[in-house]
């Protein structure tokens, strides 16, 4: 028989997702139901039966978790995936970063393109989210400390020598988007980053369902015919959720324009795409 604590870690893994109830519903009612059902596997083991709990009891009667009340309340979406993690080593439902893709695009190129061609000289820069932040001390007691940064696609260890990692120390933490530069660091055919900044990304905290929208900003005199068409081209060949919005820039005016016929799924292929149009970026 499951104990609360194994019962609670499938909870949060999503092994009870097919019952139709939140998550957090179920967090919150999971150990009155383990005490609810324990005295009868116990007379069960033991051979003792309600002798009134057959076919003519109600369900009220013959069920022991009939007095439950489940709610509907949910998890915010970052807590119900870093339960995820943390049962099961990996996201499941989705990624912390879904609908942030556009903007560790915006401020450093892919983790996966670094690795495959990582510069001989010079600073790079990585964004993504600390899956896992390991503190140390050098031989003088002094504290550095070695993170993992992961975007959607690919993952680097970055290490924080004693003089920077006391200026970063305050932005690294698990579950974090950071902005981090470094110098490229090979050893053994491992690619690696020195970190010499590093600066929280703030990520939308929206709850499930809740979708931010994705920004692009146009220069309203570079938008020909041709420019709009390979706009209207690429969004249509991204098709998914997230709601698009258009800054148009004329001049020193700026307008917002919401274009609801075409949601997206944001991804690196469609920001290349859209990087690739004559007057267009990603905000």
């Not at 033991?46 to 949910?74: C, I, K, M, N």
């Not at 790079?124 to 001390?137: I, K, M, N, P």
């Not at 992961?150 to 690294?172: I, N």
């Not at 929208?213 to 020909?224: I, S």
Request: hydrophobic share 45%; glycine share 8%.
């Amino acid at each position: 028989m499951c104990n609360r604590r194994l019962v609670d870690s499938l909870v949060k893994a999503g092994g009870f997702d097919s019952l139709g109830h939140t998550r957090l519903a179920l967090a919150q009612v999971h150990e009155d139901a383990v005490a609810a059902v324990v005295p009868l596997k116990r007379r069960e083991a033991t051979g003792q039966f309600d002798l009134y709990g057959g076919e003519d009891a109600g369900p009220a009667r013959s069920s022991p978790l009939a007095h439950l009340r489940v709610g509907t309340e949910e998890y915010p979406r970052n807590e119900l995936l870093a339960h995820e993690r943390e049962m099961l080593g990996l996201y499941v439902s989705g990624h912390p970063l879904d609908f942030a893709a556009h903007l560790l695009r915006a401020h450093a190129q892919p983790i996966a393109t670094l690795l495959a061609d990582p510069p001989v000289q010079g600073e790079v820069t990585v964004a993504g989210l600390v899956t896992s932040l390991e503190r140390r001390l050098n031989k003088s007691g002094e504290p550095w400390a070695i993170c993992t940064v992961e975007d959607l696609d690919a993952a680097v260890d970055v290490l924080f020598f004693p003089k920077t990692y006391a200026g970063v120390a305050g932005d690294l933490a698990t579950d974090t988007a950071v902005v981090v530069t470094g110098r490229v660091n090979r050893r053994e055919d491992r690619i690696s980053v020195f970190g010499s900044t590093a600066k929280r990304l703030p990520l939308p905290t929206d709850g499930l369902g809740q979708e931010p929208p994705f920004v692009l900003r146009a220069a309203a005199d570079k938008l020909d015919l041709r420019a709009v068409t390979e706009l209207k081209e690429a969004l249509l060949a991204h098709r998914g959720t997230t709601p698009v919005r258009i800054e148009l820039v004329d001049g020193g005016r700026t307008t917002l324009l919401a274009v609801d016929d075409y949601a997206v799924t944001v991804s690196t292929m469609l920001v290349s795409e859209l990087k690739a149009v004559n007057g267009v970026t990603v905000a």
